[in-house]
Each structure stands twice: as C-alpha cells, then as structure tokens.
C-alpha cells in the first residue's frame, strides 16, 4: 500500500542520486535474502534490525504469502489484535541483495545517472510495490570480491537509515525510490585510542555500528600507548602482564582485549565494511612496554606505567638490538590477528634526549653512519617497515615518518596541521596520504567555544573544533588535486529541494549544471580520519559525547568530498533524522532521531547555520 509523501529522507551522507516519485509504502516485517557473496553482509544487516527493532519484524515468510494473508484478513471476520493486527495492517516485505553482471547494471542505471560511468563502489537501492532490491556490480576477478561486499555494506547502510527514519513503533514507511551512490574517498577512518582509557569490547561494537550506519570504513585502533598496552600476546606476556594496569583507583584505566577479543571485533567489523588497522606505537610512547620490559630502555630505570598525558623522553633503545627483535616479535603475532593489508607502526612524537646520552645508541648512530640523531628514528622505523612488507602488509606511521631521509618506505597519516607541507611531500614521494589534522578532526577537542558548557580538552588551538568547522574543512585543500566530474545540463538540485526531475545531487545548487566527484584524481591520497585520543575521556558515555554528532560531519566530507551540499542544508538533514533536535522533534515526535533509537550520548550544542 502507498501514501503521497513528497519529503527527501534525511540521509546522511548524502546519496549521489536520489528519485522519487512521492509516495511510500509500508511494511511491518522484513525478508531478507542474498547471494551467497553477500551473506555476511546480510547477517550484519539482520543482527543491526533485530537490535534496533526486536526480532519480531524479521520474517522468514516471502513478499507474496504476506500480501495474500493481508487480502485475507481484510475479507473475513478474523479478530485483528496482536500478531494479526500487525500483519493486517501492513505486509511483509522482501530485500534481495544481488550481484549483477557490471554492463547490465550500468544500462539499468542509465537513465538516472544520464549515461555516465561510475566508479568503483557503487550500488543501486530501489525500493518498489515488489519489494527492496540492492544491486551491486560485478567484477571480473576473485580479488575483487571485498570491494563488491564493502559497496553491499554501504547500501545496506542506507537501507538501515531508511528503516530507522520511517519507523513509527511497530511498522516502517518506506519511499518508494531508487539511490544510486558511492564514495569519493576510500579511506573513511575513525581512530580510537583505547591506551589511555581502556573501551570496553562492547562500547567498541556500538562505535563501530555507528560507523558503518554512516558509510566509514576503516577503524584505526591504537593499542598502546605510555598509559597502557592493551593487546594480548601470547609470546610476550608481560607486556599486557605489566603494561595493561597502572597506578590509581580508576577501573576505567586497566585492562587489555584478549586475541579472542580482537578476532570477535575484528570479524564483527568486518562484515560492516569496516576493516580494523591495528596500532602498535613504537619507538615512543612506551613506557607501558618498559614496565614489563626496562631492558628495552636506554636507562636503567625503574620504569613505570605512565599515569598522565605528556610526551615521555623514555623510548625504545636503538643501540639494543633486542629492542627491534621486539618489535619485530610484536608485530608477528598482531599480524596473524588482523587479515587486513593495512598496519600503523606509530612513530610520532620520539624526543632524542634518551638516545644522545646513550651508549649504545651513539654508537649505533656511528656504525650507519648518521649525523642526525633523528635518523635513529628513520632506521627503526624502516627495519621494522620492511620486515611487516615482507608479511605482505602496507605500512602506515604519524607524519613524523618524513622527519628522517632514512624512513622511505611508510605511507603518512599526517596530522600536524601546523606543518601543512607535510601532506603534499608525501605525495610527492610517492606514499600514500591519509589527512587527519588535529584541528579539526581531533575529536577530544572542545566542540563549542563555550569552554564552560563543552567537555574535553583546549589546549593546540584557540577554537573550538566545532561540528560546523569539521564539516566545513576542506581536507583536499593544497594537494593540487582538481575537481573531478563530468558537468550535467539538467538543472537538477544538489542535496536540496526535489528538482523537476525528481532528482538530487550533492553539492551546491548550479543554473547551468552539476559536477559530480568520482574518485580523488590523485589516488595516492586515500582519504581522512577523525582521531579521538581518551586521556581525558574516562568512560564510554563521554566518548560517544565527544564524537557525536561530529563524526556525521566527517562522513558526509568523506562520501562526497567538495561537491557535499552547504551546511545548512547538512544541519536540516541532521536535525530532522538523527538528532532529533528538529521543530517536530522538540514538541515531542522524536522518535526517528537515529542517534536516540541508537541510545548514543551526543552533544547537542552546535551551530544552526
């Protein structure tokens, strides 16, 4: 059954094409079914309805029995209450999630996409009087399996936030449509530090649902830190023995994940699209390694778990070879926990002091041959690089991996906004680039400049990192990377008001046409990453505050890139479905705000245009 409804649901991200004719369709449960490829997607997709709306609305009965019960109970004098008022008042309907041969898919999408190829990534929804069906392009080889599934994970996103935005209590009101979309980055990163404060498996799971809800893609986990290690390994015991507890009454500070935690998080991640990049800080930041290890140390100690924020001049020892074997032995066994291609080796913030008061270390620095202490650095980080290359891994370090000429073979996360030049040297040394500026995409930032009313830390910059100044930032800003895109003579609206067609399309409204993203023409920049560092966020509650609702900034740059639509437009998306701090929401028809369906603590003070 359908009702006239001419609103454009509040996604977020925003969709690339987006056509409706007006009308919805209601359904009480929902059938889902795949192709054997896409099972695990579909599972994921099951397990996020059932725990958001009750396993009730999940139904093993197909699209044509449920239509048939509803003829009948509307003809006979059944009583209709319970389960039979809920099947009479709306049917079941049925999701498909197929794979499509990529030519017949691109002619299916042709008339809404105006006969333009798109990119990798891509999927199809349509939602019809015959059901849900999402389609994704086929490739030609075994390879590129995990790329069809992310683009499944992604459109069963969507699907997700259709469900939540047109669910009233105990039925869906779904528009009748077809999406077509993909991504403009491929990097879509959240990083949590779980060192300083530890984050329970659980708050974990939430995060990350949250995460693929909103189309990210990559969770970057940082494991250790001077306050903590917090990853089991069987070969190394005393590093969770000594390094996961430090002094203080605070639980929140103590504790490690074991392996079986990792492969649980990692394989629940997985099926959402999310791959997890683990993080191992070496050679600073480990002073929760020399509590357990103080021979790795230049100094003969004691060491302790560290139990403020600060960057400690206690490093790993350079001149030990112990150290690097350490290291090397470390990383073994992390690499047999997470499938994934992608490691981060650390490497930032590793003061010298140490290193030119030791021994061994001056001499080692003399036996390569080195005039700069900084070089140490470079050596370490390379020799471990090269040993995680040959397990076949892409190695990933902070910006600091530039400083020295010896560490060539790191791809760079730069997040020292102060030293811009970092970015673009990266590139031109042939690394990968993942932008991630500590303002504004630190997240343990103050999100009003209201320091009285906004929780979290002040220092690095005099402005808050406020959501309007995450979703306003420009991450392809002095990369030298043009606009790409085809320009379309349709006059259609970007993410605004329904054009004639019925057709929406991100980025600003144009009289004479739209230019649309594909992916970045420079491919060597991978995307962006919102990090959330937890020296002073001491439980899980606090943590979805701080990210909340600035992450939905974050991916909206990082699915549209330039072409998302201004801010105020962002701002009515994001007040109508997943705040909940709408007009409508405010006299009390707030149950559709996502973030509250979610039970997410978030921050509600942000600016309106």
Same mark, same amino acid.
């Given at each position: 059954?359908?009702?006239?409804?001419?609103?454009?649901p509040?996604?977020?991200?925003?969709?690339?094409?987006?056509?409706?004719?007006?009308?919805?369709?209601?359904?009480?449960?929902?059938?889902?079914?795949?192709d054997?490829?896409f099972?695990?997607?579909?599972?994921?997709?099951?397990?996020?309805?059932?725990?958001?709306?009750?396993e009730?609305?999940?139904?093993?009965q197909?699209?044509?029995e449920?239509?048939?019960y509803?003829e009948?109970?509307?003809?006979?004098?059944?009583p209709?209450?319970?389960?039979n008022?809920?099947?009479?008042a709306?049917?079941?309907?049925q999701?498909h999630?197929?794979?499509?041969?990529?030519?017949?898919?691109?002619?299916?999408?042709?008339e809404?996409?105006?006969?333009?190829?798109?990119?990798a990534?891509?999927?199809?929804?349509e939602?019809?009087s015959?059901?849900?069906?999402?389609?994704i392009?086929?490739a030609?080889?075994?390879?590129l399996i995990p790329?069809?599934?992310?683009?499944?994970?992604?459109?069963?996103a969507?699907?997700?936030?259709?469900?939540?935005?047109?669910w009233d209590?105990?039925r869906?009101?779904?528009?009748?449509?077809?999406?077509?979309?993909?991504?403009?980055?491929?990097?879509?990163?959240?990083?949590?530090?779980?060192?300083?404060?530890?984050?329970?498996?659980?708050?974990?799971k939430?995060?990350?649902?949250?995460?693929w809800?909103y189309?990210?893609?990559?969770f970057h986990?940082?494991?250790?830190?001077?306050?903590?290690?917090?990853?089991?390994?069987?070969?190394?015991?005393?590093?969770?023995?000594?390094?996961?507890?430090?002094?203080?009454?605070?639980?929140?500070?103590?504790?490690y994940?074991?392996?079986?935690?990792?492969?649980?998080?990692?394989?629940?991640?997985?099926?959402?699209?999310?791959?997890?990049i683990?993080e191992?800080d070496?050679?600073?930041?480990?002073?929760a390694?020399l509590?357990?290890?103080?021979?790795f140390?230049c100094?003969?100690?004691?060491?302790?778990?560290?139990?403020e924020?600060?960057?400690?001049?206690?490093?790993?020892?350079?001149?030990n070879?112990?150290?690097?074997?350490f290291?090397?032995?470390a990383?073994?066994?992390?690499?047999?926990?997470?499938?994934?291609p992608?490691?981060?080796?650390?490497?930032?913030?590793?003061?010298?002091?140490?290193?030119?008061?030791?021994?061994?270390?001056?001499?080692?620095?003399?036996?390569?041959?080195?005039?700069?202490?900084?070089?140490?650095?470079?050596?370490?980080v390379?020799?471990?690089a090269d040993?995680?290359?040959r397990k076949?891994?892409?190695?990933f370090g902070?910006?600091?991996?530039?400083?020295?000429?010896?560490?060539?073979q790191?791809?760079?996360?730069?997040?020292?906004?102060?030293?811009?030049?970092?970015?673009?040297r990266?590139?031109?040394?042939?690394r990968?680039?993942?932008r991630?500026p500590y303002?504004?995409y630190?997240?343990?930032f103050?999100?009003?400049?209201?320091?009285?009313?906004?929780?979290?830390?002040?220092?690095?910059?005099p402005?808050?990192?406020s959501?309007?100044?995450?979703?306003?930032?420009?991450?392809?800003?002095?990369?030298?990377?043009?606009?790409?895109?085809?320009?379309e003579?349709? $006059? #259609? %609206? &970007? +993410? /605004?008001p329904v !054009? *004639?067609t $019925? #057709? %929406? &399309? +991100? /980025?600003?409204? !144009? *009289?004479? $046409? #739209? %230019? &649309? +993203?594909g992916?970045? !023409?420079?491919?060597?920049?991978?995307?962006?990453?919102?990090?959330?560092?937890?020296?002073?966020?001491r439980?899980?509650?606090?943590?979805?505050y701080?990210?909340?609702?600035?992450?939905?900034?974050?991916?909206?740059?990082?699915?549209?890139?330039?072409n998302?639509?201004?801010?105020?437009?962002?701002?009515?998306?994001?007040e109508?479905?997943?705040t909940?701090?709408?007009?409508?929401?405010?006299a009390?028809?707030?149950?559709?705000?996502?973030?509250?369906?979610?039970?997410?603590?978030?921050?509600?003070?942000?600016?309106q245009?």
């Amino acid at each position: 059954m359908t009702s006239s409804s001419t609103a454009l649901p509040s996604l977020i991200p925003a969709p690339r094409f987006y056509e409706a004719p007006g009308d919805s369709i209601f359904a009480a449960t929902l059938s889902l079914d795949a192709d054997p490829v896409f099972l695990p997607q579909l599972r994921a997709l099951r397990n996020e309805i059932q725990a958001v709306f009750g396993e009730t609305v999940l139904s093993p009965q197909s699209s044509a029995e449920e239509f048939a019960y509803f003829e009948k109970q509307t003809h006979d004098e059944t009583p209709l209450w319970g389960a039979n008022f809920r099947k009479a008042a709306a049917p079941n309907m049925q999701l498909h999630i197929r794979l499509l041969d990529r030519n017949a898919w691109q002619e299916r999408c042709a008339e809404l996409l105006y006969g333009r190829t798109v990119p990798a990534g891509s999927y199809l929804l349509e939602i019809s009087s015959a059901g849900i069906e999402i389609t994704i392009p086929g490739a030609n080889m075994l390879s590129l399996i995990p790329g069809i599934q992310d683009a499944a994970a992604v459109a069963a996103a969507t699907l997700m936030q259709l469900l939540h935005l047109g669910w009233d209590g105990w039925r869906f009101r779904l528009p009748l449509c077809k999406i077509v979309d993909w991504p403009e980055l491929s990097w879509r990163g959240l990083m949590i530090d779980s060192a300083r404060h530890f984050v329970p498996l659980a708050e974990l799971k939430k995060i990350l649902s949250m995460a693929w809800l909103y189309k990210l893609n990559r969770f970057h986990w940082h494991l250790t830190d001077d306050q903590g290690w917090r990853l089991e390994l069987l070969t190394l015991p005393e590093a969770t023995g000594s390094g996961s507890t430090r002094p203080g009454g605070d639980p929140n500070r103590n504790g490690y994940y074991t392996q079986e935690d990792v492969r649980d998080l990692v394989a629940y991640a997985a099926d959402r699209g999310i791959m997890v990049i683990p993080e191992l800080d070496l050679p600073g930041h480990v002073q929760a390694v020399l509590a357990g290890h103080g021979e790795f140390a230049c100094t003969p100690g004691p060491h302790v778990v560290r139990t403020e924020w600060g960057i400690s001049e206690d490093v790993l020892c350079i001149g030990n070879p112990a150290a690097l074997d350490f290291a090397r032995k470390a990383w073994d066994e992390v690499c047999e926990l997470f499938p994934g291609p992608f490691v981060h080796i650390g490497g930032d913030e590793v003061p010298t002091t140490r290193w030119e008061h030791c021994p061994k270390c001056a001499a080692k620095k003399a036996e390569l041959g080195f005039t700069d202490w900084v070089d140490l650095h470079g050596y370490f980080v390379s020799s471990l690089a090269d040993h995680l290359q040959r397990k076949g891994k892409i190695v990933f370090g902070w910006d600091e991996v530039l400083d020295s000429s010896v560490a060539n073979q790191v791809h760079v996360v730069h997040w020292r906004a102060w030293l811009p030049e970092q970015s673009k040297r990266a590139l031109q040394q042939g690394r990968f680039l993942i932008r991630s500026p500590y303002f504004p995409y630190y997240f343990d930032f103050v999100q009003t400049d209201d320091r009285s009313i906004s929780p979290g830390l002040a220092y690095r910059s005099p402005e808050a990192a406020s959501l309007r100044r995450v979703y306003e930032y420009d991450p392809f800003e002095g990369l030298g990377i043009p606009l790409n895109g085809t320009v379309e003579q349709t $006059g #259609a %609206t &970007h +993410n /605004g008001p329904v !054009a *004639e067609t $019925g #057709a %929406t &399309h +991100n /980025g600003a409204v !144009a *009289e004479t $046409g #739209a %230019t &649309h +993203n594909g992916p970045a !023409a420079d491919t060597r920049f991978l995307g962006i990453q919102a990090n959330v560092w937890t020296e002073y966020i001491r439980d899980s509650r606090r943590l979805e505050y701080m990210l909340f609702p600035r992450l939905l900034a974050l991916a909206e740059t990082a699915w549209n890139g330039r072409n998302r639509a201004p801010y105020t437009d962002f701002v009515r998306r994001l007040e109508r479905g997943h705040t909940g701090q709408s007009a409508a929401d405010q006299a009390g028809k707030g149950q559709r705000s996502i973030l509250v369906q979610r039970d997410i603590n978030f921050c509600y003070l942000y600016e309106q245009k």
